[in-house]
């Protein structure tokens, strides 16, 4: 009950998750047919349709000249923000965007974390922030801002990949926070900054960094089953396993999964890392099983999440913003799509407290 967890609360024509048979469906296509070989301003045409109304290339023009605009934002970046996190700087950042309803702030903001999450990481670290390229793609770009360098096509590829792996699942807590905010019609940032703040909860986008955490704590792949053993006898939960939906495989693993084995084909990935996160999720997924027969906890989105960030060169400290690039895309439509059919979201609650005489 206390979870909402079979309350529908909106229709949605943006994506299925199907829990039971481990699919995710976003506008009508299975993230199979989408997860490593659309770009993430293909997906962000299928997904903002309704708000932009226009094709993917002038949609990849319009999010490089919305990344140019976001860039002259960075003169606030002060040491007052400097002293956050980089998602305490990202939400500080995106407050100072305009708090409206129209396409033309959706696109700002949705360009908006692909540059304020490599500034954020290179000026917390005493380099210069780097300007956005307009011409190149938002992934590309991304990189291009956090390295300095020309991305390979590999590793591009693979920030796609993430990008649209995770741009939209269900009524997840943070877009369910968005949808609540945008149906007050506060506007699109109110919306995404609400968004984000769930997001950065270690139950939702949160678990990365500890996923990589537990990778170094186990050490070896020797080592894995003693730690994890531990960690379950402690009370502890295991990061990047265990799902609210799904009851199977989450899909969106598979897709990161294959993602990173195409950088490491490309040379762009720790081989040792990769086998000792591999011999984590055999070890743990068996404990799981042990400890939870009746209850499926299976590898989540975000175990390979932090391998995948990891080798793109993101610190762990940035994975939560990395997550909010991709998820932004979600958040604008749901929030547009709450606007356009919803009414304003205003639940009941059960009163438990003591009586009044
Ligand atoms: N490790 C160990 N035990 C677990 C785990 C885990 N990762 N996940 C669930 N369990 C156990 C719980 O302790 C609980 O046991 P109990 O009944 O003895 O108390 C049982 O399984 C059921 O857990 P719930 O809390 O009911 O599961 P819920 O659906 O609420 O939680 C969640 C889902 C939050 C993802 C949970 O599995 C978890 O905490 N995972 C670790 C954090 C994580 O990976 N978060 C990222 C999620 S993916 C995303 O949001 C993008």
Redesign the pocket.
């Given at each position: 009950m206390s979870?909402l967890d079979d309350v529908i609360a909106a229709d949605t024509s943006l994506s299925e998750v199907d829990g039971l048979n481990g699919r995710l469906v976003i506008c009508g296509r299975t993230l199979d047919d989408l997860a490593g070989r659309v770009s993430y301003e293909e997906l962000l045409e299928l997904l903002l349709s309704g708000l932009l109304d226009q094709p993917a290339e002038h949609i990849r023009a319009a999010l490089g000249a919305a990344r140019v605009r976001a860039f002259a934002e960075l003169a606030h970046l002060d040491d007052g923000l400097l002293a956050l996190s980089i998602t305490g700087g990202l939400r500080a950042l995106m407050a100072r965007l305009p708090d409206d309803e129209t396409a033309e702030t959706a696109l700002l903001l949705a360009a908006a974390p692909a540059v304020f999450v490599p500034a954020l990481v290179r000026r917390k670290a005493g380099r210069s922030a780097i300007a956005p390229l307009a011409a190149y793609g938002y992934a590309e770009d991304m990189l291009a801002m956090l390295t300095g360098m020309a991305p390979t096509r590999a590793a591009t590829l693979a920030l796609d990949t993430y990008l649209v792996t995770v741009s939209d699942?269900g009524l997840?807590a943070s877009t369910f926070a968005a949808r609540v905010v945008a149906s007050t019609r506060a506007g699109y940032a109110s919306a995404v900054l609400a968004a984000l703040g769930a997001l950065k909860g270690?139950?939702?986008?949160g678990?990365p960094g500890p996923v990589l955490d537990m990778l170094d704590s186990v050490g070896t792949p020797d080592d894995a089953g003693r730690w994890l053993t531990a960690e379950?006898a402690g009370g502890r939960?295991?990061?990047?396993?265990?799902?609210?939906i799904y009851r199977v495989r989450d899909p969106r693993a598979d897709a990161l999964k294959a993602a990173l084995r195409r950088l490491g084909d490309a040379g762009g990935l720790d081989a040792e890392r990769l086998a000792l996160a591999e011999a984590v999720e055999r070890e743990a997924l068996a404990l799981?099983r042990q400890?939870?027969p009746d209850?499926p906890?299976e590898t989540?989105?975000?175990f390979f999440t932090a391998l995948l960030l990891e080798a793109l060169g993101f610190p762990r400290d940035a994975f939560t913003g990395v997550f909010a690039a991709g998820r932004i895309g979600g958040w604008l439509a749901h929030a547009h799509e709450q606007i356009a059919n919803g009414r304003l979201i205003r639940p009941q609650s059960r009163y438990v407290g003591p009586k009044a005489a």
């Open positions: 979870g699942h997840n270690p139950l939702h986008g678990a379950l939960r295991l990061m990047g396993f265990g799902h609210r799981l400890k939870k209850r906890l989540n989105v975000e």
